[in-house]
T-cell receptor, first 113, second 111 residues
Framework: DGGITQSPKYLFRKEGQNVTLSCEQN?????MYWYRQDPGQGLRLIYY???????QKGDIAEGYSVSREKKESFPLTVTSAQKNPTAFYLC????????????FGPGTRLLVL | SQQGEEDPQALSIQEGENATMNCSYK?????LQWYRQNSGRGLVHLIL?????REKHSGRLRVTLDTSKKSSSLLITASRAADTASYFC???????????FGKGTLLTVNP
């Protein structure tokens, strides 16, 4: 899992509630990513950020929001607009430039009450 | 959209046997990577092969890339129970640094 931490490990959301997933890295990486993984499926990109104060939508951004105020941190908010939030959420980071390898955190499992 | 598709979806072998997984993709790539995911955990990078390379080795891993067929294979030799995991191929690169993952192959190595 390298130098990327995600918290909490499990998160429960009530209907209509916004919840925020934390992702912190101490690898001095410029780029950070959020993925969603459903059972038996691959990873789908939600949002990514190549530099502080900048981020772009991925393939499934609807119902999610992010911020990138610090290089080390890339929190993901799952809003009430996301009608099917139950999934495993993975954060990753990489060095900006040609080095393509992404380093992943341990993940947060989000469950709806 | 999912660029890579792994085959088979699931593979069960005995310890000591070799395991081969395949990945097919649709568009041109800069590189192709393989990752491993143990159940309920994050992904771990295994190996990267660039579009101008045909074969690469890392320990018990051997990866091949055929850009004319848009396919790659991952071979794990002398498998161990600890190799039990899901294996994903990922394609991407370029200026937006995005990777696109397949759905993965679930490998079970029986002791």
């Amino acid at each position: 899992d390298g130098g990327i931490t995600q918290s909490p490990k499990y998160l429960f959301r009530k209907e209509g509630q916004n919840v925020t997933l934390s992702c912190e890295q101490n690898l001095n990486h410029d780029a950070m990513y959020w993925y969603r993984q459903d059972p038996g499926q691959g990873l789908r990109l939600i949002y990514y950020s190549q530099i502080v104060n900048d981020f772009q939508k991925g393939d499934i951004a609807e119902g999610y929001s992010v911020s990138r105020e610090k290089k080390e941190s890339f929190p993901l908010t799952v809003t009430s607009a996301q009608k099917n939030p139950t999934a495993f959420y993975l954060c990753a980071s990489k060095v900006r430039g040609d080095q393509e390898t992404q380093y992943f955190g341990p993940g947060t499992r989000l469950l709806v009450l | 959209s999912q660029q890579g598709e792994e085959d088979p979806q699931a593979l069960s072998i005995q310890e000591g046997e070799n395991a081969t997984m395949n990945c097919s993709y649709k568009t041109s790539i800069n590189n192709l990577q393989w990752y491993r995911q143990n159940s309920g955990r994050g992904l771990v990078h295994l190996i990267l092969i660039r579009s101008n390379e045909r074969e690469k080795h890392s320990g018990r891993l051997r990866v091949t890339l055929d850009t004319s067929k848009k396919s790659s294979s991952l071979l794990i030799t002398a498998s161990r129970a600890a190799d039990t995991a899901s294996y994903f191929c990922a394609t991407g690169g370029g200026s937006n640094y995005k990777l696109t993952f397949g759905k993965g192959t679930l490998l079970t190595v029986n002791p």
